[in-house]
């Protein structure tokens, strides 16, 4: 499955319709952002049992009101957010993460 963008409209609906949510907070102006976007996306496609979704946050502000840094990831699993960490993650971290996320009892 390839990631899906999130405005105010489907964000909620989103995180609490589906088991596991992976969000990519993101600007075109970041730097971090751009070398991100293309692990996010493969790993979109690796694991199509998962929700991969972007937000902009020049043009979601009020999704965005308590993100600090671009890139943060936000996992929701059962409609709980479990985890938040701004920074871009190397590839072989994000499917750390993805593994533990599956793992999870939420």
């Known amino acids: 499955m390839a990631t899906i963008n999130l405005d105010s409209s489907n964000f909620e609906e ?3 319709k589906n088991s596991i949510v992976f969000v990519d907070f993101w ?3 970041c730097g971090p952002c751009k070398a991100f976007g293309p692990i996010f996306e493969a790993a979109s496609e690796k694991h199509t049992d998962i929700v991969f979704a972007k937000v902009d946050i020049d043009k979601n502000p009020e999704l965005a ?8 990831l936000l996992i929701a699993k059962n409609g709980t957010v479990i985890f ?3 920074g871009a993650l190397r590839a072989s971290d994000l499917e750390n993460v993805i593994e533990k996320v599956k793992e999870y009892e939420a």
């Open 14 to 16: 989103t995180i609490t």
């Open 65 to 72: 009101s308590d993100i600090q840094a671009v890139p943060t």
């Open 27 to 29: 600007a075109t102006w």
């Open 84 to 86: 938040k960490q701004a």
